[in-house]
Nanobody, 122 residues
Framework: VQLQASGGGLVQSGGSLRLSCAASGLTLDYYAIGWFRQAPGKERERVSCISSSDGSTDYADSVKGRFTISRDHAKNTVYLQMNSLKPEDTAVYYC????????????????WGKGTLVTVSS
């Protein structure tokens, strides 16, 4: 089982990036998928979650209206579209699976991918 986040990079404030979470060895449709981020010196926090049962989504207040999570079933991939990026969005971003579909609680996630670094310059 392998989960890989990609798509990070350096972007100016106000810019956009799209992160991808691709999987091998498991079918993402069966899992709720969460995006998390961890900035230097801070705890890992949940950014967004998409349910496996009904496709419902939720977002941290800090990213509502700017980030969008979505699935591509054919590609077995989950995306995080990030618009209007701010310097405070700078972090390593991770995707993870939640077989229970309990809303992507950080300490109950099953599989974690290696992160991708997002740096937003002011």
């Amino acid at each position: 089982v392998q989960l890989q986040a990609s798509g990070g990079g350096l972007v100016q404030s106000g810019g956009s990036l799209r992160l991808s979470c691709a999987a091998s060895g498991l079918t993402l449709d069966y899992y709720a998928i969460g995006w998390f981020r961890q900035a230097p010196g801070k705890e890992r926090e949940r950014v967004s979650c998409i349910s496996s049962s009904d496709g419902s989504t939720d977002y941290a207040d800090s990213v509502k209206g700017r980030f969008t999570i979505s699935r591509d079933h054919a590609k077995n991939t989950v995306y995080l579209q990030m618009n209007s990026l701010k310097p405070e969005d700078t972090a390593v971003y991770y995707c993870a699976t939640d077989i229970r579909d309990w809303g992507c609680m950080r300490d109950l996630m099953d599989h974690w991918g290696k992160g991708t670094l997002v740096t937003v310059s002011s």
